[in-house]
C-alpha cells in the first residue's frame, strides 16, 4: 500500500489511549511530522466531554531501565529521593520557587511539596512536560491533565513536606482574575477588572421528586436532557445508604439518601426520550406498606457539579471468569458488588488499580461486550450487574502481572466509568469508519454491535492494525460478520508479517487513509472514530483533517 514502516511498534510502558495497555513510544506518523499536543483535541470538539478543554496525554520514548516498576524499585532501594534528608520540613512559596531546574526541581500538589527531579526520567509524559509544574503549586497543571493518577503513592518517597501558603500565581495554569495597576499619588493600587469574557452560567440543578405504591419507591429526576439513556445512572447502596449519580451532560446530579425502609438489589431504570425524565424504580423489601417518608437526605444530595471535577469512587468487585482470546490477550468477567448498579455506555473506560510493591498503581480499560456479532449475550449487562474487560498481558508490566494472576473469586478494585463518546453520534446513516491498533480494537466491539442491532443500512468499515496474524483480536468473528453482511468491511494491516501475509503491511499514513476512507463534499455525515496508542490515535485524527474531514467527523477514544 505504499507504506511499509512499522505500525505497532511500541514500547511496553505505554497506554492505549482509549484505555487499553499497548506499545506506543517508537510509533512516528509516516510522510507527516510529528503532532503538537496542544490543540488535540480542538477545542469544541465532540472528542472532549462537552466541549471542554480536557487536555489529552502524552507518550515519550524512555530510556532503558527507566519504566514504572524501575521506579517502584528505586523508591524501595532505601535510597534518600527526598533531597533533603528524609526531613519533613514546612517550605514558603518563596522557597518553593527556588527549586525550579533539572537538578533541583520541587513541586506542591494539594498543599504537599515533592523533590520531582529523582523522577523526571521516569515521566511518561516527559521531562519538559513535568518541568512545568517545577517550583509552583502545579495542582492545577496535574489535574487538566491526569487527575486520576495517584501521585501521592507515586512520590510517597520524594515527599519534601507541607507548602506553608498557596502562590498567587500559577504558571502555566489559570492565574488570578485580579491584575494590580500601578500605585497612583491619589491611592493603592487599583484591581483591573476581570479578565478576558466572564465565566458561563452555572446550570440549575434538575428537580427531583419520588412517589411509591404498596411494591416500590421510584426516584425521580427531570434532567430536560434528550440524549439521556438509562446508562447515565450509576447506583450504590450499602444496606439503606442509597447514593445514585446521574450524568447529565458534562454535569453529575448526586441523589443520597438513608432510605425509610429497606430495599432489594433489583432495579429499574427508564428514561423518557422526548423529555430526559428519567425514574429509578426501587422495590420494597416488605411489601403492602406505605413509607412515611423517602428517608433522610445525606451529604452531597442534590448537588450538581461538572463531571470532571468529581473524583474516582472505587469499588471492590470479584472476578467471575477468565478466558484466553489470543497468545497474550484476556476476558475478565467482573462482577460488581451487591446493591451496586453500573451499565456502562459503548466505548467507555473504567480504573483498576492495584498495589505493586507499595505503590498504588492504576490504569484504564475500555469496558467490552463478551461477544461480537451476535444477539446472544450476557443479560446481566443490563441489569448493571456485570461487565467485561479485554487486556493485554505483559510480562514485564506494571499491573497486567497481577492481573494475569487473578483467579475468580478473587477481588479487583474498579472504579465508576469515564468516557465522552455520545451514542446518539451512531444515529446516523453516513458511513463509520473505524481505526483500531492492537487493543484499541475494544470499543469498536460497541460500535459494530450497535449497528448489528440496528440493522443497519450504513456502510461500516474497520482498519485493523497489529504485528502479527497471531495478534489479531476476534479475527473470526470479524470475517463472519464481514461475510454475512454487505454493508461490513474489515482490513487488517500488519507490521511484522509473516510470509504467508498477502494482506496489507506498514503504518497509518495518507495512501492508506485516502484509500481507505475518502474524503468527498457529499460525505459531510460521515463518522470516522480511532483508538489505539496515543500518537497513533493522533496520526489518524491529524490525517483525516489532512484530507478534509472536519471535527465534526472525528472522535478519538481517549483514556
Not at 512499522?6 to 492505549?16: M, R
Not at 492545577?140 to 515527599?159: A, G, I, P, R, T
Not at 492495584?354 to 498504588?360: A, K, S, T
Not at 463509520?432 to 468499515?461: D, E, W
Request: net charge neutral; aromatic share 8%; proline share 6%.
Amino acid at each position: 500500500m505504499g507504506c511499509t514502516s512499522s505500525s505497532n511498534n511500541f514500547d511496553k510502558s505505554s497506554k492505549s489511549s482509549c484505555g487499553s495497555s499497548n506499545n506506543s513510544n517508537d510509533f512516528k506518523m509516516a510522510g507527516k511530522q510529528s503532532l503538537g499536543i496542544s490543540q488535540f483535541p480542538a477545542p469544541n470538539s465532540q472528542q472532549r466531554l462537552g466541549g471542554s478543554p480536557t487536555k489529552a496525554r502524552t507518550k515519550v520514548a524512555l530510556k532503558p531501565g527507566r519504566s514504572l516498576m524501575d521506579w517502584i524499585r528505586l523508591g524501595n532501594s532505601g535510597k534518600d529521593l527526598t533531597g533533603v534528608g528524609r526531613k519533613v520540613l514546612e517550605v514558603t512559596p518563596e522557597e518553593l520557587a527556588k527549586h525550579a531546574t533539572m537538578d533541583d526541581a520541587w513541586i506542591a500538589l494539594r498543599g504537599k511539596v515533592y523533590n520531582i527531579s529523582p523522577y523526571l526520567e521516569y515521566h511518561p509524559g516527559g521531562e519538559e512536560e513535568l518541568m512545568k509544574g517545577a517550583g509552583i503549586d502545579g495542582t492545577v497543571l496535574f489535574d487538566e491533565v491526569h487527575k486520576w493518577v495517584n501521585y501521592e503513592s507515586m512520590l510517597e518517597k520524594c515527599f519534601v513536606g507541607k507548602l506553608k501558603t498557596t502562590p498567587i500565581q500559577k504558571r502555566g495554569s489559570v492565574s488570578s482574575l485580579l491584575r494590580l495597576k500601578p500605585s497612583t499619588p491619589n491611592g493603592p493600587a487599583q484591581p483591573h477588572p476581570p479578565m478576558g469574557p466572564p465565566p458561563p452560567p452555572v446550570p440549575s440543578p434538575p428537580r427531583f421528586d419520588w412517589y411509591q405504591n404498596d411494591k416500590t419507591v421510584t426516584l425521580v429526576v427531570y434532567t430536560k436532557w434528550k440524549q439521556m439513556r438509562k446508562e447515565n445512572i450509576i447506583i450504590d447502596r450499602t444496606g439503606r445508604d442509597l447514593t445514585a449519580w446521574v450524568y447529565i451532560e458534562d454535569h453529575t446530579f448526586t441523589i443520597h439518601v438513608d432510605l425509610e425502609d429497606d430495599i432489594t438489589d433489583e432495579y429499574e431504570v427508564t428514561v423518557q426520550k422526548q423529555t430526559g425524565k428519567t425514574e429509578l424504580v426501587l422495590q420494597k423489601q416488605t411489601t403492602g406498606q406505605q413509607w412515611r417518608g423517602l428517608g433522610k437526605f445525606l451529604d452531597g444530595h442534590s448537588s450538581y457539579t461538572p463531571t470532571n471535577d468529581k473524583g474516582l469512587v472505587y469499588r471492590s468487585c470479584h472476578l467471575e471468569s477468565v478466558v484466553s482470546v489470543n497468545h497474550d490477550t484476556k476476558l475478565l468477567c467482573v462482577s460488581l458488588p451487591p446493591g451496586t448498579c453500573m451499565c456502562v455506555p459503548v466505548g467507555y473506560h473504567v480504573h483498576v488499580r492495584h498495589n505493586v510493591e507499595g505503590v498504588m498503581v492504576e490504569r484504564s480499560y475500555t469496558v467490552v461486550q463478551p461477544l461480537l456479532g451476535t444477539q446472544d449475550t450476557d443479560h446481566r449487562l443490563t441489569q448493571g450487574k456485570v461487565f467485561y474487560l479485554m487486556i493485554k498481558i505483559y510480562t514485564d508490566g506494571a499491573i497486567t502481572p497481577w492481573i494475569n494472576s487473578l483467579r475468580p473469586g478473587d477481588s479487583i478494585e474498579v472504579s465508576q466509568y469515564e468516557g465522552n463518546f455520545r451514542e446518539s453520534r451512531l444515529d446516523g446513516q453516513g458511513d463509520l469508519i473505524m481505526y483500531a491498533a492492537g487493543t484499541g480494537f475494544t470499543p469498536m466491539v460497541g460500535l459494530i454491535n450497535h449497528c448489528l442491532s440496528q440493522n443497519t443500512n450504513r456502510k461500516v468499515k474497520l482498519m485493523f492494525f497489529n504485528k502479527t496474524e497471531d495478534d489479531i483480536l476476534w479475527r473470526e468473528h470479524l470475517d463472519s460478520i464481514s461475510e454475512k453482511n454487505e454493508w461490513f468491511s474489515v482490513q487488517y494491516v500488519l507490521s511484522e508479517p509473516g510470509s504467508s501475509w498477502t494482506g496489507s503491511h506498514g503504518r497509518i499514513c495518507e495512501d492508506l487513509m485516502t484509500s481507505f476512507s475518502p474524503f468527498t463534499e457529499a460525505k459531510t455525515d460521515t463518522l470516522i472514530c480511532a483508538c489505539g496508542p496515543t500518537p497513533f490515535t493522533k496520526s489518524v485524527i491529524q490525517l483525516a483533517k489532512d484530507i478534509g474531514y472536519s471535527d465534526d467527523n472525528l472522535h478519538a477514544f481517549l483514556g
